[in-house]
């Protein structure tokens, strides 16, 4: 059965992966259309075999080229049109799927042309129903095809088409009687050089990653040229750009990557469910198909891209931005540091070797994020020896003196270029004997983190809110007045050489400050983490706002008082700050503006410098399959929880107050814990109590914000007044409805657990 070249499909929208050849044996991928965010009116990918047949003079053969299909192996036969025959191919033994081959078939009897015949067209097939679109360009209207029955995903059956021979490609999903559409190419135009001469050869489509799929999506009603507005695309939110010349009702094409479109199973697939159904709820990563970069949109409550500009408490969210600039050292860079709103935040997503070339792409980032932690893990450190400069081309050696440790540890480090702190180091302390085979390195990094994370150093001190978490101290310049940024600068580039050799660091930091290293939203809600009387304070001129009540009677400016050692300073919010009254026009302004010092301003020269000294070995892009929960279990390492003496120390509250535990909801509870792994263990003690870090002398000494012991307590609730679990850091407190099944409660569990890191509420 002869075989016809692969004619360039329509953009559709939904196609199974196809691959055309070019002339001669170079390939030309050519992507699948998948399935468009309405899910309606797939269209099946066409080609018309052969590129055209060519009369061989002398004798009677016909010439085609022709492409392997997919699925097909060498030594496999498949069938491709040649002119007005099917005819049957074996796959060469060095071809594989997309490769260009060249046959050369008898001319048709009676034939004079390249096909051999002359004769009048064949007729439409009985299975195909042409569609009356008044919108379609001339030439190119579009078809229904009924696929035959024997058709499974993938497979290929021809259909004869406004006199052409075609090869339809049967899309995955689709099953024998169903149709799917497609826009067949334009008919061969005829040429003037006579009966012998060869068909005109229709310009080559232009080359196309076979790792892309294209969709086809209407431009919501509203949206206007150049605005932006999100879609499901293949169960994955993606933002599309209205194009200049485009208005509401027409249509569009855009293409993704499949990897992105690989469907996530098992627990992923009910996280990613839920994800989507609480996306109108809270910010969410997407892809800007313009530059495949990474943005973060937040969804209004009808599903359109929420545009309010102006603040709001449970909505708006921002994202530090870093303008990386040369230094006045060339191994140093400096960098501007700002909070902008998150939908103004992007993110690369490729990687460049060494050598200059891509290590990362989009594909393997996006494969990478549906992954389970420890696969991640994996993948990040084989990444990391990917950009790891080669031994021969020079490594590091550190000598420095225990007695001295942090000084010339600094003196070493920071001596160093970005790329001398990717290659691998070495270390010997002076005067000791010892190889380092990676236990010198492990003691250097423990150590070195110990040390600088001290509050007696005065760089960093304990959370107000969580004892056992560390935030940057914002007098930290009272505390080392000459060098107290390089002290920041120095720890972001061993943080950053931790976890880029696999290492782990002492402290544990405080929740936003991870955000921060990945670029994640921070929302008025993560003020509570910081200092949750300051919190309910703004939460209750909220409310005041909010019963119409003046607030310019609370006699408040743009300002905020800081108190440092003993001595009291005043902070102005924005420019003149001091003379601008606090009313209730401009009360989202002041919140928005306390929020953001708190996140940043208190401390921003400290960030800036500890996330360039970070970034002077992490690419950031490298960092966006990790939430922040699994970025601290990444550095700090899995803590070594004791199950039994956590129970041991569990007091019970609520529901569960009367039984004192014995509650079957508790003890099933415990069963679960029990059974969870290291990774699930630590994310649970991440949601109640805000950090994966286990007190030294067990779960009976665990703190709450006053730095009073606080034990992990379970309260019991019912169902009606809240699905999931719910945590209260503040007071290590799990919010356990009264389930009436272990695995229900086993259930909610887990998705609480996990999905506490994307901001969705669950309740």
């Not at 599903?303 to 600039?325: P, Q, T």
């Not at 009367?658 to 029990?674: L, M, R």
Request: proline share 7%.
């Amino acid at each position: 059965m002869p075989l016809f070249g692969k004619s360039k499909p329509k953009a559709a929208k939904r196609s199974t992966s196809t691959t055309s050849a070019a002339a001669g044996a170079t390939t030309e991928p050519t992507p699948q259309p998948p399935v468009p965010s309405n899910g309606t009116n797939m269209m099946a990918s066409t080609h018309s075999g052969g590129s055209g047949g060519t009369r061989n003079s002398g004798d009677n053969n016909v010439v085609f080229r022709v492409n392997v299909p997919e699925n097909v192996s060498p030594g496999e036969e498949f069938s491709v049109y040649a002119g007005n025959r099917i005819v049957r191919v074996r796959c060469p033994p060095d071809s594989r799927p997309g490769q260009s081959l060249q046959i050369t078939v008898p001319a048709e009897r009676g034939g004079s042309g390249p096909g051999g015949s002359n004769g009048p067209p064949p007729p439409d097939s009985p299975n195909v129903t042409r569609i009356n679109d008044p919108s379609a360009a001339p030439g190119q209207s579009p078809y229904m095809v009924a696929i035959p029955d024997g058709m499974r995903g993938g497979q290929q059956f021809p259909v004869s088409i406004n006199g052409q021979q075609l090869m339809v490609t049967c899309p995955p999903n689709i099953r024998p009687g169903m149709s799917v559409r497609i826009v067949p190419p334009a008919p061969p135009q005829q040429g003037n050089g006579g009966a012998d001469a060869p068909a005109p050869r229709r310009a080559p489509a232009p080359r196309r990653d076979a790792s892309t799929q294209m969709f086809e999506v209407v431009v919501p009603k509203g949206v206007q040229s150049g605005a932006p507005f999100a879609l499901l695309a293949g169960g994955q939110r993606v933002l599309v750009t209205c194009p200049p010349n485009a208005t509401q009702g027409q249509k569009i094409r855009f293409e993704l990557p499949i990897a992105l479109l690989q469907k996530k199973t098992g627990q992923a697939s009910k996280m990613a469910d839920i994800k989507l159904a609480y996306d109108k709820d809270g910010w969410t990563r997407t892809i800007r198909v313009t530059d495949m970069k990474f943005q973060w949109v937040r969804m209004d409550d009808k599903g359109d891209v929420e545009l309010n500009k102006r603040f709001h408490a449970e909505k708006s969210a921002y994202v530090r931005k870093i303008d990386f600039m040369p230094g006045e050292d060339i191994r140093i860079r400096s960098g501007k540091l700002s909070l902008v709103p998150a939908s103004e935040a992007v993110v690369d997503s490729k990687i460049m070797g060494p050598d200059g070339r891509e290590i990362v792409g989009y594909n393997d980032l996006a494969s990478a994020q549906v992954q389970n932690f420890d696969d991640k893990a994996e993948w990040f450190f084989t990444t990391c020896a990917k950009l790891c400069v080669e031994w021969n081309e020079g490594h590091m050696r550190m000598n420095v003196r225990r007695d001295y440790l942090l000084s010339d540890s600094i003196d070493a480090v920071m001596s160093l270029s970005r790329k001398d702190l990717r290659k691998v180091w070495r270390f010997e302390f002076i005067g000791e004997i010892g190889i380092d085979a990676g236990g010198l390195a492990r003691e250097w990094f423990q150590l070195v983190t110990t040390e600088i994370f001290d509050p007696f150093m005065g760089l960093w001190q304990s959370s107000a809110v969580n004892q056992m978490c560390m935030q940057i101290n914002p007098a930290s310049e009272i505390s080392c007045p000459e060098d107290h940024l390089l002290y920041f600068r120095f720890l972001g580039r061993v943080m950053g050489k931790a976890l880029f050799d696999r290492q782990l660091v002492s402290g544990h930091m405080i929740q936003h400050i991870y955000k921060h290293m990945l670029g994640w939203p921070c929302t008025f809600k993560d003020l509570e983490t910081i200092d949750e009387e300051y919190y309910n304070n703004l939460k209750q001129l909220e409310t005041i706002s909010k019963k119409g009540e003046d607030i310019s009677m609370m006699c408040l400016d743009f300002t905020v008082t800081e108190e440092s050692l003993g001595q009291m300073e005043t902070v102005e919010l924005l420019p003149n700050g001091a003379d601008v009254e606090v009313d209730n026009d401009n009360f989202p302004e002041y919140m928005e503006a306390c929020l953001k010092y708190r996140m940043l301003g208190r401390v921003k020269p400290q960030l800036n410098e500890l996330l360039l000294g970070f970034y002077d070995v992490i690419p950031e892009p490298l960092l966006t399959v990790f939430d922040f929960q699994e970025l601290e279990l990444l550095m700090c390492g899995l803590p070594n929880i004791e199950v039994e003496d956590w129970k041991r120390h569990t007091e019970y509250s609520g529901e569960y107050e009367q039984t004192a535990g014995d509650h079957p909801a508790c003890t099933w509870f415990w069963e679960v814990v029990s059974e969870f792994d290291h990774e699930m263990q630590a994310r649970l003690l991440q949601f109640v109590t805000g950090t994966s870090g286990v007190p030294a002398r067990g779960f009976g000494v665990l703190q709450g914000n006053d730095g009073n012991i606080r034990k992990f307590t379970i309260h019991g609730i019912e169902v009606g007044f809240c699905l999931y679990p719910r945590a209260h850091t503040c007071f290590n407190r799990l919010d356990l409805p009264l389930y009436t099944s272990k695995a229900e409660l086993e259930e909610r569990l887990r998705l609480a657990v996990t999905m506490v890191a994307t901001g969705f509420d669950l309740e």
